[in-house]
């Protein structure tokens, strides 16, 4: 029950976000002690908790529709050193960030037309990051990775530099770092 109710609470069933990487969580259940049990309470908690090797860790925002949130909080993405490397909290430097994940199309759908797959990792990190140009003049490379069982598509630092946060939502500012 718990684990269904997360879902929904961070927008796993978004149609807008149906290519966006899930946040990275955990779920939490907490029920009544033994001694509390025996004296008749009946109730437990659910807590959805960030995932990440930092261990305890307070961040802003909310993670309720965090899935499709035009910025959920940055300690909930994916990032890595390197594409498709361990995972590394966004917060912290960093070389290259997950934006997507999706099972590629087959080949019958691939015949069938071109759009049976998701959209392009550069339009898809367009509409993530929310810019026009997802490259940054350059600064960050768009990367389609294709495994046998899923495809994603990673956002790398391409000029040697580091990122310090999740790219989602960032917007047309500049790029800092």
């Known amino acids: 029950m718990c684990h ?5 609470y961070v927008g796993e069933f978004d149609d807008a976000a149906r290519w966006r990487v899930p946040p990275r969580l955990f779920v939490r259940v907490t029920v009544p002690s033994v001694a509390a049990w025996n004296t008749g309470q009946r109730w437990f908690t ?38 498709d490397g361990p995972a590394i ?15 590629p199309p087959t080949r019958m759908q691939a015949q069938r037309t071109l759009r049976s797959g998701p959209p392009a ?12 140009d997802p490259t940054f003049g350059g ?23 580091r990122l310090t946060g999740s790219l989602i939502g960032y917007g047309e500012g500049p790029l800092a770092g």
Request: proline residues 5%.
């Open 4 to 8: 269904d109710q997360a879902r929904r």
């Open 46 to 83: 659910c807590q959805l908790v960030p995932q990440t090797n930092l261990g305890l860790v307070a961040f802003d925002g909310t993670i309720a529709g965090a899935r499709s949130a035009v910025r959920p909080p940055a300690i909930l993405g994916s990032c890595a050193e390197k594409v």
């Open 89 to 103: 909290a966004c917060p912290l430097l960093h070389g290259a960030e997950q934006l997507t994940v999706s099972e």
């Open 121 to 132: 990792c550069t339009e898809l990190a367009a509409a993530i990051i929310g810019r026009a």
């Open 139 to 161: 600064r960050i490379a768009i990367i389609d990775h294709i495994e046998p069982l899923q495809q994603s598509c990673w956002v790398v630092a391409a000029d040697g530099s």
